[in-house]
């Protein structure tokens, strides 16, 4: 009776080593791994566009969102007026502080420049401005800010004062991005303004028929399809200088609106 007992215990004892190493096996602490979607991020944010319709938004290749500044350079300001919407840039709002500036050749970049931002200090002030149109006449150095911009600086009556500039990589925006299709436009014809970018803006694509189409970029700030891309809504991709991108989809072809999203390009 002793040597079956010893085999039925140590068959009991193998069943519970075994039982054991399973559950250890799938025991918490094991992550699961992460899905990869089409854009190469491992997550996407919805956000909704002002149409109510869902758009999504999400980030290409990994890419800092730490707010940076560029070289110092130093020139001098001048100041052209009260900050108004429109100029070469063509957005259609100011930014609530009023702080723009119109930026020369060098730095407008037959409209790069536009949407991007800068610091600018004159003694021991320094103020964030907006490039949101163009000094033809500006030299290497020199900007024109708004009359608001300018006073923040120094006192109107002075009219030139000397300034450092440095742009700005990741500046901290309160809202997201929105859109504008031009007047004019239609399912043949199609141009489009995207603001509240931050950064300067590297591409602007449509998908269509599951591709993406690169749009122009104009010298007044708007991307343009001189075919058109159809009747929409579309969904658009942008990406920055920065390397940030955001897909957005539910853009209307309504010349003229507003369309403003909760998408961002980096947060």
């Known amino acids: 009776m002793l040597v079956p007992l010893a085999g039925a215990l140590r068959a009991f004892l193998a069943l519970v080593a075994a039982l054991a190493m399973t559950a250890t096996s799938s025991a918490p602490g094991t992550a699961p791994r992460a899905s990869i979607t089409s854009s190469g991020a491992s997550a996407s944010a919805r956000t909704t566009t002002s149409a109510g319709r869902s758009?999504?938004?999400?980030?290409?290749?990994?890419?800092?969102?730490?707010?940076?500044?560029?070289?110092?350079?130093?020139?001098?300001?001048?100041?052209?007026?009260?900050?108004?919407?429109?100029?070469?840039?063509?957005?259609?709002?100011?930014?609530?502080?009023?702080?723009?500036?119109?930026?020369?050749?060098?730095?407008?970049?037959?409209?790069?420049?536009?949407?991007?931002?800068?610091?600018v200090t004159s003694g021991r002030r320094t103020i964030r401005v907006k490039i949101d149109n163009q000094c033809p006449e500006c030299g290497h150095g020199h900007i024109d800010l708004s009359d608001e911009a300018f006073a923040a600086l120094a006192p109107l009556g002075r009219g030139l004062i000397?300034?450092?500039?440095?742009?700005?990589?990741?500046?901290?925006?309160?809202?997201?991005?929105?859109?504008?299709?031009?007047?004019?436009?239609?399912?043949y014809w199609l141009a489009l303004l995207v603001d509240n970018t931050g950064n300067r803006l590297r591409s602007v694509e449509v998908q269509t028929s599951g591709a993406w189409r690169a749009l122009s970029r104009a010298d007044y700030g708007y991307w343009v399809a001189d075919s058109g891309v159809g009747s929409g809504p579309f969904v658009v991709r942008i990406t920055d200088v920065a390397g940030h991108r955001a897909v957005v989809g539910g853009i209307r072809l309504t010349p003229g609106a507003i369309q403003q999203t909760a998408a961002r390009l980096y947060h």
């Open 162 to 187: 000397p300034i450092t500039y440095r742009i700005v990589t990741n500046p901290r925006l309160s809202r997201g991005l929105s859109f504008v299709v031009k007047s004019g436009s239609s399912r």
């Open 55 to 119: 758009a999504v938004s999400s980030t290409a290749a990994p890419a800092s969102s730490a707010t940076t500044l560029g070289p110092v350079v130093r020139g001098q300001a001048t100041h052209y007026g009260p900050a108004a919407p429109g100029g070469n840039c063509m957005f259609p709002t100011v930014p609530a502080d009023k702080l723009t500036v119109a930026a020369g050749p060098d730095l407008y970049a037959g409209a790069a420049g536009c949407g991007g931002y800068l610091t």
